[in-house]
């Protein structure tokens, strides 16, 4: 079981910009796909970035362009680099883990982070 930790939110005006990192334990980080999601107040969670171990990347359309995947296996670290954010980016972003090659759904993914609190003001 891996076990994840968020951190990097915060609050931020329109147009600024976070990094998110999400620390992992386990040995099997550098096998596995890791993914960020997101989920507003009174909406489900959604997808946001996933990227495999060889660096096979996902957005969703809604954040290409403005944010940005990462990982190092190394140092067993997921990073998410979020700019030009906008009010409809408010919302707690979540890491998770799936073990397979292309995962963009919530049920694709088995370990999940206690999320990091995004706030962006207008």
């Known amino acids: 079981q891996v076990q994840l930790v968020e951190s990097g939110g915060g609050l931020v005006q329109a147009g600024g910009s976070l990094r998110l990192s999400c620390a992992a334990s386990g040995r099997t980080f550098n096998l596995l796909t890791m993914g960020w999601f997101r989920q507003a107040p009174l909406k489900e969670r959604e997808f946001v970035a996933a990227?495999?171990?060889?660096?096979?990347?996902r957005m969703s359309d809604s954040v290409k362009g403005r944010f940005t995947i990462s990982r190092d296996n190394a140092n067993k670290t997921l990073w998410l680099q979020m700019n030009s954010l906008n009010p409809d980016d408010t919302a707690v972003y979540f890491c998770?883990?799936?073990?397979?090659?292309?995962?963009?759904?919530?049920?694709?993914?088995?370990?999940w982070g206690q999320g990091t609190q995004v706030t962006v003001s207008s």
């Open positions: 990227i495999s171990w060889n660096n096979i990347i």
């Open positions: 998770a883990t799936s073990t397979l090659r292309v995962a963009v759904k919530d049920d694709d993914y088995t370990s």
